[in-house]
């Protein structure tokens, strides 16, 4: 049977909007992220509500193969939100990744175009750490001078991605972290490095 | 939809805009965000009221408004004008969110050309209600090109213009909409609120929202980012200075309106922000004619 969405669409997807908001808005936060829905394994919870606050007809997903292998995945995405399912990453406005370690390379995502630099894609990775006290610095909008943050697991390149997504601003892909009932986000603004 | 789902007795959603419409405004809110300064298009709704209003900062408080939310409106600091108690009264009615005059009270505050006296902080909202989003439309009306001119981060036009103001009048002569380049790339229109209130924008630690209704334009300023106004070196950008406090509550280094008194040229100088007004009088602050209220 088919895993029910939202039991208050209008409230809970104005919640979940406002946490992707507020995490976009202060990279290096971490933003409470409370959902019951019980979407069909591996999608998470939270890449569930995610998909159904955002998603729909105009703005169409994209699934990771680990996303993709059970179909009931795509029937509850398509039947809460709406949503196509694209074919191919570039057309997507969001991207579901539940398997973050195999994340593609950003390249395969929609970009935006000097001019309408919007026209890009948000990727949404389903992480199992985030901590903000450790790891990667940020600095850039929204950061008052500069915060950590750190998510597991990701590819081993993930930092060298994140340097040219950002190299390449105003154009490139947005990401948002998520976590078991939290999430951070890292928008192409910020610049992410090692430190020292 | 559920009775808790509407806003109770007036048969319209919550906040008034339909959930689909909601999801495409919030879309572009997030990458406003992502792309501080830049101009994302979106479909702006025909609002009940008039473009000119404040539709383009009505639709984006609906997307980002919760049940939760405390909202204050001003027009022109002041939170007792038609336009911020029309705006107000919508809400409180197809929202049923409280409201407050109270700059610190208040998680999204909706302006029309102003920015509070009182420190914003990092749980606040700022909305700005944008009439024309383009900071370059003046000097080239073509949407296609000033596009380009935002690719290509081309703004020697709108040094021009400030030049000429230089060599008309000796300094630069623009008092309102002066424009501001965005975290070091986008130039923008930080909507007519007057260059008194442009240092404020500058690494302020609430998020800032402007919505263009008409123009179907949104764009952000994220907390704690640089928002430098234009200038030359030799010509450094200088706010208004007023040579009185306010007459009501004494206040200096605040932004005065002059209010006629009589039909002889009568006149006094007060705080455009009510509220910081009210509060410095129940603080026991007097000004020289506090006596006419």
Known sequence: MLARGFHDPVHEAQGVFRAVMDALARPGTIQALATDLAPPAPLTPELAAIALALADSDAPLWLDAALGENTAVPDFLRFHTGARIAAVPSEAAFALIADPAACPDFGAFAQGMPAYPDRSATLVLAVSGLADDEGWHLDGPGIKGSARLTAAPLPADFLGRLGRNHAAFPQGIDLILAAPGRLAALPRSTRVTTGG | ?293
């Open chain 2, 1 to 293: 939809m559920s009775a808790a789902v509407a806003a109770p007795g007036t048969g319209y959603n919550f906040a008034y805009l339909d959930e689909g419409t909601k999801r495409m405004i919030r879309r572009a809110i997030l990458k406003a965000i992502a792309i501080p300064g830049y101009q994302v298009p979106f479909a702006s709704r025909e609002m009940p009221m008039p473009y000119g209003w404040g539709t383009g900062g009505v639709q984006v408080t609906a997307a980002i408004l919760g049940a939760n939310d405390v909202l204050k409106v001003i027009d022109q600091g002041s939170d007792d004008t038609t336009n911020a108690v029309s705006i107000r009264a919508f809400f409180a009615r197809t929202a049923n969110v409280a409201v407050t005059t109270r700059t610190r009270e208040a998680t999204v505050i909706q302006t029309r050309h102003r920015i509070p006296e009182a420190p914003l902080h990092e749980g606040q909202v700022l909305v700005y209600q944008v009439p024309i989003p383009e900071p370059l439309r003046f000097l080239e009306p073509r949407e296609t090109e000033t596009r380009q001119l935002h690719a290509l981060a081309e703004y020697g036009l709108m040094h021009v213009k400030l030049y000429e103001d230089i060599a008309r009048h000796g300094h630069i002569a623009t008092t309102y909409a002066y424009p501001v380049e965005v975290a070091g790339r986008y130039v923008m229109d930080p909507s007519p609120t007057p260059k008194f209130d442009n240092p404020k924008m500058d690494d302020c630690p609430a998020l800032q929202l402007f919505g263009a209704g008409r123009e179907k334009r949104i764009y952000a300023v994220p907390p704690y980012t640089r928002v430098r106004s234009l200038d030359f070196e030799d010509h450094p950008f200088r706010v208004q200075r007023f040579d009185r406090p306010c007459a009501l509550c004494g206040a200096e280094g605040v932004y005065l309106d002059e209010v006629l008194l009589d039909d002889a040229g009568g006149r006094m100088f007060v705080c455009s922000d009510t509220d910081h007004c009210e509060e410095r009088r129940a603080d026991g602050h007097v000004g020289t004619e506090a006596a006419r209220v």
